[in-house]
C-alpha cells in the first residue's frame, strides 16, 4: 500500500502557507521523490580509457574527431574531468 503523502493535516497547513512556505514544501516533496527515484537506478562503471582506444581504432576517426566524441561522451555520462 503506497504511503499517503497528501492527509488532511497537511492539506491544512498548505492552504495557510505563504510563497516561501508552499514552495519549501514542494521542494522537500521533490527531494524525497528524487531519493526514491535514485534508489532504482543502477551504476554503471565505463572504463574510459578503454572506451577512447577502442574508438581510436574506427578508421577514419583522427585525434580531433576522437576528442569531440569522447567530450560528448563524458558531458552525457556527466563524468567529471581530472585536469
Same mark, same amino acid.
Given at each position: 500500500?503506497?504511503?499517503?503523502?497528501?492527509?488532511?493535516?497537511?492539506? &491544512?497547513?498548505?492552504?495557510?502557507?505563504? !510563497?516561501?512556505?508552499?514552495?519549501?514544501? @514542494? $521542494?522537500? *516533496?521533490? +527531494?524525497?521523490?528524487? %531519493?526514491?527515484?535514485?534508489?532504482?537506478?543502477?551504476?554503471?562503471?565505463?572504463?574510459?580509457?578503454?572506451? &577512447?582506444?577502442?574508438?581510436?581504432?574506427? !578508421?577514419?576517426?583522427?585525434?580531433?574527431? @576522437? $576528442?569531440? *566524441?569522447? +567530450?560528448?561522451?563524458? %558531458?552525457?555520462?556527466?563524468?567529471?574531468?581530472?585536469?
Amino acid at each position: 500500500m503506497e504511503k499517503e503523502l497528501l492527509n488532511r493535516n497537511l492539506y &491544512r497547513q498548505i492552504k495557510s502557507m505563504d !510563497k516561501n512556505e508552499l514552495s519549501r514544501t @514542494l $521542494n522537500n *516533496i521533490y +527531494e524525497m521523490g528524487k %531519493e526514491d527515484a535514485m534508489k532504482g537506478i543502477e551504476a554503471v562503471d565505463i572504463d574510459m580509457d578503454k572506451l &577512447r582506444s577502442q574508438i581510436g581504432e574506427i !578508421k577514419g576517426i583522427g585525434e580531433t574527431r @576522437l $576528442n569531440l *566524441i569522447m +567530450e560528448i561522451i563524458s %558531458e552525457h555520462l556527466n563524468v567529471n574531468k581530472e585536469e
